[in-house]
């Protein structure tokens, strides 16, 4: 409501249309006076209230959306140079956990998946970022028990490369070459020596890749023993300039690909991110189930940190920023200059993460097995509708 004195009209609100309604000009002053102070006062507390009401508002949007945390001490164990665990970092960094009442330590000295997996297992670290692939094998068999707690990373084009020294011939044969050699093709291991249990994406997307060059280069877990070697990623371009061994590829992904072709000689046989590996699921955070149930808040907490930490990592100034900060050498300004970030999802997509299993069954590396088992209960199920 407003009184024009001027006018001698008052106007009122209604259902966002404007009502006049004319007065006498007869009245008094005095008449109007006590009308403008009516309307005043209204105004004045309506005022208040509408301040009142924004502060509780804006305390509640700071207030974070969950119960009461069932702890403040979160461990997160990465392996070392892992690209997909960035946010983590800016996460730390920039307070967002902090702002959420966690106390977050990460422990970056693990060598391998299968290392930061065993740490879980023995109570070191309470959180993992681990490769889906290794993830599904160790939950497959029965030798862990995980559930997914947030998506992780997912491969930007060109992030994963077959890379070989120079040789003058053609890519094409260059592969065929590797393809006969005994163990030609160097893949990154999940850590484990095992033959049965050595893979990761990176290797699965060679594996699905080399049949689109031709038919004959196929690779399936029956014959991988004869065409795969595995070994820690920092070693990867290290074997292939320091071997004489021309009939070497190696797979290599960020961010030991930018490595590795600004401090070696090295060219680009395949890319390994198109076609049926294209934004390839790559990792995610997992926990143990049990703690993951009776954690549920702080995990709520945790996520809702992790994707302010992930939309923040996604713009490429901060990304750079944070693997100079943290990834040592490997991540100079002149190597994070040149990296090929990927994305973080931040929502659990169980279709998403199920393409790994499905190009892992192709391949005969897993039997049959119900993604679900370690999901989390909020994934998004497009299967179903929801």
Same mark, same amino acid.
């Given at each position: 409501?407003?009184?024009?004195?001027?006018?001698?009209?008052?106007?009122?609100?209604?259902?966002?249309?404007? $009502?006049?309604?004319?007065?006498?000009?007869?009245?008094?002053?005095?008449?109007?006076?006590? $009308? +403008?102070?009516?309307?005043?006062?209204?105004?004045?507390?309506?005022?208040?209230?509408?301040?009142? *009401?924004? *502060?509780?508002?804006?305390?509640?949007?700071?207030?974070?959306? =969950?119960?009461?945390?069932?702890?403040?001490?979160? !461990?997160?164990?990465?392996? #070392?140079?892992?690209?997909?665990?960035?946010?983590?970092?800016?996460?730390?960094?920039?307070?967002?956990?902090?702002?959420?009442?966690?106390?977050?330590?990460?422990?970056?000295?693990?060598?391998?998946?299968?290392? @930061?997996?065993?740490?879980?297992?023995?109570? #070191?670290?309470?959180?993992?970022?681990?490769?889906?692939? =290794?993830?599904?094998?160790?939950?497959?068999?029965?030798?862990?028990?995980?559930?997914?707690?947030?998506?992780?990373?997912?491969?930007?084009?060109?992030?994963?490369?077959? +890379?070989?020294?120079?040789?003058?011939? #053609?890519?094409?044969?260059?592969?065929?070459?590797?393809?006969?050699?005994?163990?030609?093709?160097?893949?990154?291991? *999940?850590? %484990?020596?095992?033959?049965?249990?050595?893979?990761?994406?990176?290797?699965?997307?060679?594996?699905?890749?080399? &049949?689109?060059?031709?038919?004959?280069?196929?690779?399936?877990?029956?014959?991988?023993?004869?065409?795969?070697?595995?070994?820690? &990623?920092?070693? +990867?371009? $290290?074997?292939?300039?320091?071997?004489?061994?021309?009939?070497?590829?190696?797979?290599? &992904?960020?961010?030991?690909?930018?490595?590795?072709?600004?401090?070696?000689?090295?060219?680009?046989?395949?890319?390994?991110?198109?076609?049926?590996?294209?934004?390839?699921?790559?990792?995610?955070?997992?926990?143990?189930?049990?703690?993951?149930?009776?954690?549920?808040? +702080?995990?709520? @907490?945790? %996520?809702?940190?992790?994707?302010?930490? #992930?939309?923040?990592? *996604?713009?490429?100034?901060?990304?750079?920023?944070?693997?100079?900060? =943290?990834?040592? %050498?490997?991540?100079?300004?002149?190597?994070?200059?040149?990296?090929?970030?990927?994305?973080?999802?931040? %929502?659990?997509?169980?279709? !998403?993460?199920? !393409?790994?299993?499905?190009?892992?069954?192709?391949?005969?590396?897993?039997?049959?097995?119900?993604?679900?088992?370690?999901?989390?209960?909020?994934?998004?199920?497009?299967?179903?509708?929801?």
């Amino acid at each position: 409501m407003y009184y024009d004195a001027p006018t001698g009209f008052i106007e009122t609100f209604a259902g966002g249309s404007a $009502v006049r309604s004319a007065k006498p000009r007869a009245r008094s002053r005095r008449t109007s006076a006590i $009308v +403008l102070c009516v309307v005043l006062t209204a105004s004045a507390g309506a005022a208040a209230a509408c301040s009142s *009401s924004t *502060s509780t508002a804006s305390a509640s949007a700071a207030m974070p959306a =969950h119960g009461a945390l069932e702890q403040h001490q979160l !461990r997160i164990g990465i392996p #070392k140079g892992e690209i997909g665990a960035l946010p983590i970092y800016t996460g730390v960094d920039k307070g967002y956990f902090k702002d959420q009442g966690i106390d977050v330590t990460i422990d970056d000295s693990y060598k391998s998946y299968q290392d @930061a997996l065993q740490g879980l297992n023995d109570g #070191k670290v309470d959180l993992v970022y681990d490769d889906y692939v =290794h993830a599904i094998l160790a939950q497959s068999n029965g030798a862990f028990r995980l559930q997914l707690v947030a998506e992780g990373y997912t491969a930007g084009d060109g992030s994963v490369q077959l +890379l070989s020294k120079v040789t003058g011939m #053609k890519n094409a044969q260059e592969i065929k070459n590797v393809f006969g050699a005994a163990g030609g093709f160097l893949v990154p291991t *999940s850590g %484990t020596n095992d033959t049965n249990d050595a893979y990761t994406v990176p290797t699965i997307m060679l594996m699905t890749s080399l &049949p689109d060059l031709a038919n004959s280069f196929r690779i399936k877990q029956a014959n991988s023993a004869a065409h795969l070697k595995s070994m820690v &990623p920092t070693d +990867l371009a $290290v074997k292939l300039t320091g071997s004489a061994d021309a009939n070497l590829a190696a797979v290599i &992904p960020e961010p030991y690909y930018s490595y590795a072709t600004n401090n070696n000689k090295l060219v680009g046989l395949m890319d390994l991110t198109r076609g049926a590996t294209q934004a390839m699921p790559m990792g995610g955070y997992f926990a143990k189930q049990d703690f993951a149930v009776e954690k549920t808040n +702080l995990f709520k @907490a945790f %996520t809702g940190a992790l994707n302010q930490a #992930k939309n923040s990592t *996604s713009q490429r100034a901060t990304a750079m920023t944070e693997m100079q900060a =943290h990834y040592g %050498t490997m991540a100079n300004s002149t190597v994070a200059a040149s990296i090929s970030f990927g994305t973080f999802p931040t %929502t659990v997509n169980v279709d !998403r993460v199920d !393409r790994v299993l499905t190009l892992m069954q192709g391949l005969d590396l897993a039997p049959y097995f119900n993604i679900d088992t370690m999901m989390p209960p909020d994934a998004l199920r497009s299967r179903t509708g929801s």
